[in-house]
């Protein structure tokens, strides 16, 4: 009788039972979904895998990573090692221009700057992402030291790469204007040009700290402002305008080299035809005749001197040739460098706005944080490809590190000394003994 009633009510038994069928279904579905998230919350991870696990503090699919014991070794070695090497290299850097006086020069400041920014970096910014990069992502030093973290990131960052775009101007403008440009670098204004890079820096910081775009951070990430406009104008003016100088310095510097080389080439000794007709002049008349020695001796010492002019002008055009030379390589490695380790982070840096809104990040976290180390790789490589192409810094960091810190100042005189006197010597010894061989050739037919 129960099942007639429900017939009446219902229609068709089948319509009935549907309806039941597919109730039941929604009702488990619903617990065994919440069993699942319960267990997934409060049970262990025992994989030694790194997991994902979304949080409350994860928005627009930003995710926290949760790293077994062995990854968080790994990593945490890389970072800590990566974070010693950055901070020693660039101490060595200011250590050595500051305690040797053969490098306490006007044209050294700027690497001093370099360094004081990428130890900066160091020591302010890079462990506290270390920490964060442990612990999967998440921001765990509060609301107020965000803020800090990323004004301090971001001038130390942004110095470092205007600094290298200054160096590059600066190589630019002694290469070009080898007489006038090194009277005009001295100390006061290369601390002008210094002060007005950090200012500059600085400038980019003020915003989110004042209003016009704030800073994402909601108890668990910590990310720079997304604001549009403020990100175009961040990375255009820490990076993409600096890049742009970098690239234009080093191309006139390249074709510079590249002129100087071809001219190098082409000209060679000036008049080696004429001083070789005059050598063979001067060896047949002292073959000759007795009564001309007189005239051969004026003869070979006019030839001398004209030698030595010579040979002053090819010094003088080898010393330029090669200091272009050693400046484009220089600049070049540096330029390369540069832009290998920042250029992938700035791109995504700018693009992520415009993909993922401005109040979160979209970008996978192990590829935010992978670009941004190798960002940070920067600062660690520019003191060694200086003191790569430096010679005093190479013998200075060499004696501080073996604990040599006496008469530091003489070896690098006396080094420099040896240097000047080696490029005096040789072409004066390679004129000498040209005239000598001409004077002492055998006789080769009877005297006329």
Same mark, same amino acid.
């Given at each position: 009788?129960?099942?007639?009633?429900?017939?009446?009510?219902?229609?068709?038994?089948?319509?009935?039972?549907?309806?039941?069928?597919?109730? =039941?279904?929604y009702i488990y579905a619903?617990?065994?979904?919440?069993?699942?998230?319960?267990? /997934?919350?409060?049970?262990?991870?025992?994989? /030694?895998?790194?997991?994902?696990?979304?949080?409350?503090?994860?928005?627009?699919?930003?995710?926290?990573?949760?790293?077994?014991?062995? *990854?968080?070794?790994?990593? @945490?070695?890389?970072?800590?090692?990566?974070?010693?090497?950055?901070?020693? @290299?660039?101490?060595?850097?200011?250590?050595?221009?500051?305690?040797?006086?053969?490098?306490?020069? &006007?044209?050294?400041?700027?690497?001093?700057?370099?360094?004081?920014?990428?130890l900066s970096v160091a020591?302010?910014?890079?462990? =506290?992402?270390?920490?964060?990069?442990?612990?999967?992502?998440? +921001?765990?030093?509060?609301?107020?030291?965000?803020?800090?973290?990323?004004?301090?990131?971001?001038?130390?960052?942004?110095?470092?790469?205007?600094?290298?775009?200054?160096?590059?101007?600066?190589?630019?403008?002694?290469?070009?204007? &080898?007489?006038?440009?090194?009277?005009?670098?001295?100390?006061?204004?290369?601390?002008?040009?210094?002060?007005?890079?950090?200012?500059?820096?600085?400038?980019?910081?003020?915003?989110?700290?004042?209003? +016009?775009?704030?800073?994402?951070?909601?108890?668990?990430?910590?990310?720079? !402002?997304?604001?549009?406009?403020?990100?175009?104008? !961040?990375?255009?003016? %820490?990076?993409?305008?600096?890049?742009?100088?970098?690239?234009?310095?080093?191309y006139r510097i390249y $074709?510079?080299?590249?002129?100087?080389?071809?001219?190098?080439?082409?000209?060679?000794?000036?008049?080696? @035809? *004429?001083?070789?007709?005059?050598?063979?002049?001067?060896? %047949?008349?002292?073959?000759?005749?007795?009564?001309?020695?007189?005239?051969?001796?004026?003869?070979?010492?006019?030839?001398?001197?004209?030698?030595?002019?010579?040979?002053?002008?090819? $010094?003088?055009?080898?010393?330029?040739?090669?200091?272009?030379?050693?400046?484009?390589?220089?600049?070049?490695?540096?330029?390369?460098?540069?832009? =290998?380790?920042?250029?992938?982070?700035?791109?995504?840096?700018?693009?992520?706005?415009?993909?993922?809104?401005?109040?979160?990040?979209?970008?996978?976290?192990?590829?935010?944080?992978?670009?941004?180390?190798?960002? #940070? %790789?920067?600062?660690?490589?520019? &003191?060694?490809?200086?003191?790569?192409?430096?010679?005093?810094?190479?013998?200075? #960091?060499?004696?501080?590190? $073996?604990?040599?810190?006496?008469?530091?100042?003489?070896?690098?005189?006396?080094? @420099?000394?040896?240097? %000047?006197?080696?490029?005096?010597?040789?072409?004066?010894?390679?004129?000498?003994? !040209?005239?000598?061989?001409?004077?002492?050739? &055998?006789? $080769?037919?009877?005297?006329?």
């Amino acid at each position: 009788m129960f099942r007639y009633e429900l017939i009446a009510a219902y229609g068709r038994p089948n319509m009935f039972f549907d309806v039941t069928r597919q109730l =039941f279904r929604y009702i488990y579905a619903r617990r065994a979904v919440c069993k699942f998230l319960s267990f /997934s919350a409060t049970s262990p991870s025992t994989s /030694s895998q790194p997991q994902v696990m979304e949080t409350n503090g994860t928005r627009c699919g930003e995710l926290i990573l949760s790293y077994g014991r062995v *990854e968080k070794v790994l990593i @945490g070695g890389v970072l800590t090692m990566l974070t010693l090497s950055t901070i020693c @290299g660039n101490l060595l850097v200011v250590i050595s221009v500051c305690f040797v006086k053969k490098l306490r020069q &006007p044209s050294n400041y700027l690497i001093v700057s370099l360094a004081v920014a990428d130890l900066s970096v160091a020591v302010a910014v890079m462990p =506290f992402v270390s920490i964060t990069d442990l612990i999967g992502g998440q +921001w765990i030093f509060g609301q107020f030291f965000c803020n800090v973290f990323i004004a301090m990131d971001v001038m130390c960052c942004t110095a470092s790469i205007m600094t290298l775009c200054v160096i590059s101007i600066d190589r630019y403008l002694g290469i070009t204007k &080898p007489l006038t440009y090194p009277v005009r670098q001295n100390g006061c204004c290369m601390a002008k040009m210094i002060l007005s890079v950090w200012l500059l820096s600085a400038s980019i910081t003020l915003p989110p700290l004042f209003g +016009w775009a704030q800073n994402v951070n909601d108890g668990r990430v910590c990310l720079i !402002s997304q604001d549009f406009g403020y990100t175009v104008y !961040s990375t255009a003016v %820490a990076f993409y305008i600096p890049m742009s100088v970098m690239l234009i310095m080093y191309y006139r510097i390249y $074709r510079a080299a590249k002129l100087s080389a071809a001219k190098h080439t082409i000209t060679g000794f000036p008049r080696e @035809g *004429e001083q070789r007709e005059s050598l063979d002049c001067v060896a %047949a008349a002292l073959k000759l005749q007795r009564e001309v020695e007189e005239e051969c001796s004026t003869r070979v010492s006019r030839l001398l001197k004209t030698g030595e002019h010579h040979q002053r002008r090819k $010094r003088k055009n080898q010393s330029i040739f090669k200091r272009e030379q050693k400046a484009a390589t220089t600049l070049g490695i540096v330029v390369g460098a540069f832009t =290998f380790c920042w250029l992938p982070f700035f791109l995504v840096s700018t693009a992520r706005p415009f993909v993922c809104g401005v109040e979160c990040s979209c970008v996978p976290l192990w590829l935010e944080r992978t670009l941004l180390w190798l960002g #940070y %790789a920067n600062c660690l490589i520019n &003191p060694f490809i200086y003191a790569f192409f430096n010679r005093d810094l190479r013998t200075t #960091y060499s004696n501080l590190l $073996r604990c040599r810190y006496r008469n530091i100042n003489r070896k690098l005189s006396a080094a @420099g000394m040896h240097e %000047a006197l080696k490029l005096v010597e040789k072409p004066d010894t390679d004129v000498r003994l !040209s005239v000598t061989q001409h004077q002492c050739l &055998p006789d $080769r037919g009877p005297h006329t």
